[in-house]
């Protein structure tokens, strides 16, 4: 039986990092029309005539009505999410209303089949050792977690309880993602560390270990997952189900925060030798961000925020430890054969891209 197509596809999200990507490796699909929506859709730096730029909101149950009546996407592609640092009710509102709101829509979308969502390594319960899919705890609303991080959970679980004969439901859990075309996510922070001659510092110990994704490989595997799930509405998919499964995905080489970050560095020529390195207490920067959070909430009245937030010195104490192989098998996912390739090639974008 001949492999089924993407024939049409929506990117909720797409205008972003990941869903940039995303919209990249369909591009490489053919006969595939895409669409692009989210609140502000910018125009993607790919121009093709295939991309088609709606504008939506997750949270407005109605205009996902009237996107969907207007394309009838055979597959959904849901990346779209606040900043990790937004206010706790947007994040709610947004990822777990959103994307309650985009299953619901979809379900009742007679041409629309196959649902992906990307999930993320802060939706779950960190460990350091290597866990399966089924080993892993998602965050619920029971738990103590940070805002994102139990949005992120409840979401991926929407999506997974979703998943029906009529609609196939994955969730792509995505660690760290490194890559060009970051504009204000890893890449940008790095280049701003060497800028700021900030990149010899290290938060805390730098023990525990973090799974990291290239961005090429994680757009590649939300394109293994659409076709998976296609494939086996088909008829056509041979093996465990791959439908109403999370699944890890990443480089597959879990390793300490800062040694992969001084990995970057040396790839755009600033190598930070092990007697450079200045070592910060992790307890003083989580009391120094928290400081500065509580100035802000006194001083601006919660108007503005600062860029140092105690969630993120506390996300370096998370840490996470994956075995990929579920996605190896169901989805054909293989991870990115040289990493320092991929570091080299990010960071040589960004230097001319964004520059130092
Ligand atoms: N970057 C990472 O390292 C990483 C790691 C793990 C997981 N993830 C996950 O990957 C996904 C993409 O992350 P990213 O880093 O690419 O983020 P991003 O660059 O900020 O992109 C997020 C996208 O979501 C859209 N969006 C936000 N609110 C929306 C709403 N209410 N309705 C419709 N669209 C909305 C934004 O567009 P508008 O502003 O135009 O609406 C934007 O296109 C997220 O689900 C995130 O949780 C990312």
């Known amino acids: 039986m001949a492999e089924p197509l993407i024939r049409s596809v929506l990117v909720v999200g797409g205008g972003g990092f990941v869903g940039s990507h995303v919209v990249r490796a369909l591009l490489l699909e053919p006969d595939c029309d895409i669409y692009v929506a989210s609140r502000t859709p910018n125009n993607h730096p790919d121009q093709d005539g295939r991309i088609t730029y709606m504008t939506a909101d997750v949270t407005d149950e109605a205009q996902l009505t009237a996107l969907f009546s207007t394309i009838n996407p055979q597959v959904v592609i849901h990346t779209a999410s606040p900043s990790p640092t937004a206010p706790a009710d947007v994040l709610e509102r947004t990822n777990i209303e959103g994307t309650r709101n985009l ?18 390594d802060s939706a779950l319960v960190p460990t350091q050792e290597p866990i399966s899919e089924e080993q892993g705890q998602l965050y619920t609303a029971q738990h103590y977690s940070n805002p994102y991080g139990k949005s992120k959970g409840i979401a991926d679980a ?4 979703a998943n029906s004969p009529t609609l196939r439901t994955a969730t792509l859990r995505i660690p760290v993602v490194y890559g060009d075309y970051d504009y204000k996510n890893l890449l940008p922070q ?3 560390s060497i800028k700021r001659g900030a990149h010899r510092i290290q938060i805390g110990s730098d023990i525990k270990v973090f799974e990291f ?3 090429h490989k994680a757009a590649e595997a ?13 008829g056509s998919y041979d093996g465990p189900r791959p439908d109403g499964q999370g699944y890890f ?26 007697n450079e390195v200045k070592v910060i207490p ?21 108007y503005k925020r600062p860029t140092l937030r105690r969630q993120n010195i506390d996300h370096l104490d998370r840490g996470c430890c994956w075995d990929i192989s579920k996605a190896r098998e169901r989805l054909g996912y293989r991870p990115v054969h040289d990493q320092d390739e991929a570091i080299q090639s990010m960071m040589k974008w960004g230097m001319e891209n964004i520059g130092v």
Not at 107 to 114: F, I, K, L, N, Q
Not at 282 to 302: D, G, H, K, P, R
């Open 158 to 161: 929407l999506v997974i309880a």
């Open 282 to 302: 992790l307890y003083v920067m989580q009391v120094v961000s928290s400081c500065t959070e509580w100035a802000f909430t006194i001083l601006t009245l919660n």
């Open 222 to 234: 939300h394109v293994l997952a659409a076709k998976a799930l296609l494939r086996l509405d088909s």
């Open 103 to 120: 299953l619901k829509v979809s379900a009742a979308s007679p041409e629309t089949r196959v649902f992906v969502y990307t999930s993320s």
């Open 190 to 192: 790095l280049l701003g």
């Open 249 to 274: 995905i990443s480089d597959g080489k879990p390793q300490p925060f800062f040694e992969f970050m001084r990995r970057c560095y040396a790839a755009a020529g600033v190598p930070v030798g092990p």
């Open 213 to 215: 994704c290239h961005a």
